[in-house]
């Protein structure tokens, strides 16, 4: 248990302290927590301090949660939150004149604001529903007056909560889409390297599984990589940052997400083809093997290295043909597991010849911040 806790003290010092000291996304989180308690403190300011509203705890409370992780998300947010405080407010507000009685009033309106709570359209803020009547309900403020405070202050709230999220350092999201292209040419090229060396000797299907399970979670990044594209997309929508924040950079186009999906889906064909054919036929692992590591060395080269990825390519399309021959000379029982190969394998090769001219004509422009991918 004490091991267990000074695991978790340490691991928070760490995280606080590349809050600190480097950009990423502990440090995003303390600046959003950051912006939050400031927003929060302003609303209170304007609406407890200043205007002393009778209901003034609703504006600091809405701007608190106001401030999301992305400029569209607060937006949306404060729209279904405002729909969900005044629905709640009316419903209980009618309910109470009707009945005339606290707990029959809530007998009414609770089971009516729950369900609207649960309504999709309104997200995690649906939520709000039945707490913004049970405010009304448990406190009596019921009055056309007090409904006025109510709704002006969650204005006000929301208002204060997309003003700070979208003017202080407003939140993009690009820097995951980044790291995950560059570590996506990487890891295609370790594993081709690494399947690569193996058929040079005997391998087994223990092996060729593990080249197999490799290659799914190449899919899983490339699923990772989708989910990081919407989420950055979605940081840019009625964002400032464009202008504000000139370090932001744009993320990479999204016709290589599906240029990469091809690539990691090809890998993963040849790995599985050699898992179903552990026995290939003679002299065929010889000519695989460097097809393979010249795909790899492709991926793996440096975005400005065009002679180097020039080579590499022609030689990957030498063996291949090499692997071709292969394929009609052999007989009727090896054809089905190499001719299985020899398509993959050309599948990579057409996708990998759209990449190298991607960056060698990104290199030719003098890109050198490019990364591959």
């Given at each position: 248990?004490?091991?267990?806790?000074?695991?978790?003290?340490?691991?928070?010092?760490?995280?606080?302290?590349?809050?600190?000291?480097?950009?990423?996304?502990?440090?995003?989180?303390?600046?959003?927590?950051?912006?939050?308690?400031?927003?929060?403190?302003?609303?209170?300011?304007?609406?407890?301090?200043?205007?002393?509203?009778?209901?003034?705890?609703?504006?600091?409370?809405?701007?608190?949660?106001?401030?999301?992780?992305?400029?569209?998300?607060?937006?949306?947010?404060?729209?279904?939150?405002?729909?969900?405080?005044?629905?709640?407010?009316?419903?209980?507000?009618?309910?109470?004149?009707?009945?005339?009685?606290t707990?029959?009033?809530m007998?009414?309106?609770?089971?009516?604001?729950?369900?609207?709570?649960?309504?999709?359209?309104?997200?995690?803020?649906?939520?709000?529903?039945?707490?913004?009547?049970?405010?009304?309900?448990?406190?009596?403020?019921?009055?056309?007056?007090?409904?006025?405070?109510?709704?002006?202050?969650?204005?006000?709230?929301?208002?204060?909560?997309?003003?700070?999220?979208?003017g202080?350092?407003?939140?993009?999201?690009?820097?995951?889409?980044?790291?995950?292209?560059?570590?996506?040419?990487?890891?295609?090229?370790d594993?081709?390297?690494?399947?690569?060396?193996?058929?040079?000797?005997?391998?087994?299907?223990?092996?060729?599984?593990?080249?197999?399970?490799?290659a799914?979670?190449?899919?899983?990044?490339?699923?990772?990589l989708?989910?990081?594209r919407?989420?950055?997309?979605?940081s840019?929508?009625?964002?400032?940052?464009?202008v504000?924040?000139?370090?932001?950079?744009?993320?990479?186009?999204?016709?290589?997400?599906?240029?990469?999906?091809?690539?990691?889906?090809?890998?993963?064909?040849?790995?599985?083809?050699?898992?179903e054919?552990?026995?290939?036929?003679?002299?065929?692992?010889?000519?695989?093997?460097?097809?393979?590591?010249?795909?790899?060395?492709?991926?793996?080269?440096?975005?400005?290295?065009?002679?180097?990825?020039?080579?590499?390519?022609?030689?990957?399309?030498?063996v291949?043909?090499?692997?071709?021959?292969?394929l009609?000379?052999?007989?009727?029982?090896?054809?089905?597991?190499?001719?299985?190969?020899?398509?993959?394998?050309?599948?990579?090769?057409?996708?990998?010849?759209?990449?190298?001219?991607?960056?060698?004509?990104?290199?030719?422009r003098?890109?050198?911040?490019?990364?591959?991918?």
């Amino acid at each position: 248990m004490w091991h267990a806790v000074t695991w978790e003290a340490a691991a928070i010092g760490r995280s606080v302290r590349r809050s600190v000291t480097e950009s990423g996304s502990e440090r995003d989180t303390a600046i959003q927590s950051l912006k939050a308690a400031g927003a929060a403190l302003l609303a209170w300011a304007i609406a407890g301090w200043w205007w002393t509203a009778p209901m003034a705890l609703l504006a600091p409370w809405t701007a608190l949660f106001l401030v999301q992780s992305t400029v569209y998300r607060s937006l949306l947010s404060a729209l279904q939150q405002v729909v969900v405080v005044v629905t709640g407010t009316l419903l209980a507000a009618g309910a109470l004149a009707l009945t005339h009685h606290t707990m029959a009033a809530m007998a009414l309106a609770l089971p009516l604001t729950a369900l609207l709570g649960n309504y999709a359209r309104l997200g995690s803020q649906g939520f709000y529903a039945p707490t913004a009547a049970l405010f009304v309900l448990a406190y009596g403020s019921s009055s056309g007056l007090d409904i006025l405070h109510r709704i002006l202050e969650t204005l006000l709230g929301a208002a204060i909560g997309i003003a700070v999220n979208a003017g202080v350092r407003p939140p993009v999201h690009s820097r995951h889409v980044h790291h995950l292209r560059s570590r996506l040419p990487q890891d295609c090229a370790d594993l081709l390297h690494t399947v690569a060396d193996g058929i040079e000797a005997s391998y087994d299907k223990e092996r060729a599984r593990d080249w197999y399970d490799s290659a799914v979670r190449l899919a899983d990044v490339m699923t990772e990589l989708r989910t990081a594209r919407r989420w950055s997309d979605e940081s840019f929508r009625f964002n400032p940052g464009r202008v504000l924040r000139r370090s932001a950079s744009t993320p990479p186009p999204t016709h290589w997400d599906f240029t990469w999906d091809r690539i990691t889906e090809h890998i993963r064909a040849i790995t599985r083809s050699l898992y179903e054919a552990v026995s290939l036929p003679d002299h065929v692992p010889d000519i695989l093997s460097p097809l393979l590591r010249s795909a790899g060395d492709i991926l793996a080269s440096r975005g400005d290295a065009v002679g180097e990825r020039r080579r590499a390519m022609e030689t990957a399309t030498t063996v291949h043909h090499r692997l071709a021959s292969e394929l009609a000379d052999s007989g009727r029982e090896t054809a089905p597991a190499l001719g299985g190969l020899t398509a993959d394998t050309q599948r990579l090769l057409d996708d990998l010849s759209t990449v190298v001219g991607t960056w060698d004509g990104d290199a030719s422009r003098g890109d050198r911040q490019s990364s591959p991918g």
